[in-house]
């Protein structure tokens, strides 16, 4: 396996594929031969996978075809690491944050960051409340990722941060926003699914000929049509790197929410990383790991983790909204 690529180099790795089984959810494999290239963004490990429709067609054979897929390969890394650049709530110099500190004024926005917000109200709406990208002022509070010895926020505190969420707040029009002072905004939900939809449609222009899949931190999507499926494993949260399931994946998108790799424990207590917007807390009778598959990345994103946020009524949620999935429970 290729090593990964440095955070700031601008060239995804490439390999060849045929030594590996399977595309896994977390860190990717696949089953028959093409190209690889893998990048770090969002703080996941990100792959980008190539193989040429036609067994043993002249794409599959050309060496200067590598050359056109390496570069490729770097145009759809380049456009995932720019979202991460404009929407991260941690770097200083995002647009996410120069949103948040503009608080209590009306801001301009780009037609982008309009979609985002209004796809974020859609999400809202669906989820009855549960799912609020206003909820930055209590996600800030949790220090999930920062070991053992970190303790979880005190009820003051989250009380206090909770008066500063609500997304009915806002005020949207046309591409001018305004954001109640003391507010925030987490697109964390919604910004890893949107990359990959648009890595998946960069690669889908300079590689029409090639099926295709972009896997970013196991949420994943593939090209329309692939003429050979792609098997997808499903990881086990009861064993990590193992899946629970394999799958299949032509067309479409799989993502999957749960809280089995980022939590905080502390004093012999779990707290997982998904936090209900109205309590302030996690949230409670949640499954473990939830998998949709939907048209596009960031609706299966969203579905999966709105059934997350739906604790013991994640299975009729996504009973509801007609889609397959899979749901792992303690």
């Known amino acids: 396996m290729s090593p990964l690529a440095d955070l700031d180099d601008q060239q995804a790795v490439i390999s060849d594929e045929s030594e590996y089984p399977f595309v896994d959810s977390q860190y990717g494999r696949k089953n028959l031969k093409g190209l690889r290239g893998e990048f770090m963004a969002m703080a996941s490990r990100c792959e980008l996978l190539a193989r040429p429709k036609q067994a043993g067609s002249k794409a599959q054979d050309d060496k200067i075809d590598q050359e056109r897929i390496t570069q490729a390969f770097s145009r759809a890394m380049a456009e995932v690491k720019c979202i991460e650049a404009k929407y991260s709530r941690f770097s200083e110099n995002s647009v996410l944050t120069q949103i948040n500190r503009g608080a209590g004024d009306w801001q301009a926005i780009d037609d982008e960051t309009l979609g985002l ?18 909820a930055e002022p209590v996600l800030a509070l949790w220090p999930f990722g920062a070991g053992e010895s970190a303790a979880p926020p005190s009820d003051s505190k989250i009380e206090a941060a909770l008066a500063q969420v609500g997304f009915e707040r806002l005020i949207i029009e046309d591409n001018h926003f305004f954001l109640p002072y003391g507010m925030g905004i987490d697109l964390g939900g919604i910004a890893k699914e949107y990359a990959a939809d648009r890595a998946v449609e960069v690669l889908r222009r300079e590689l029409p000929e090639y099926d295709l899949l972009v896997n970013l931190g196991g949420d994943m999507i593939a090209s329309p049509g692939c003429e050979r499926p792609w098997q997808i494993g499903i990881e086990d949260p009861h064993k990590l790197d193992t899946p629970a399931r394999v799958v299949t994946l032509k067309s479409g998108a799989l993502a999957t929410s749960g809280h089995s790799r980022r939590y905080l424990l502390h004093q012999g207590k779990r707290y997982g990383h998904i936090i209900d917007p109205s309590t302030g807390y996690p949230i409670k009778g949640a499954p473990i790991s939830v998998s949709v598959f939907a048209p596009s990345c960031v609706v299966a994103g969203m579905l999966a983790t709105l059934a997350m946020l739906q604790g013991e009524g994640a299975e009729d949620f996504l009973s509801r909204q007609g889609v397959v999935h899979h749901i792992i429970r303690g």
Do not use: I, M
């Open 117 to 134: 917000l209004k796809f974020a109200e859609h999400c809202y709406r669906l989820s009855q409340g549960r799912f609020d990208v206003t």
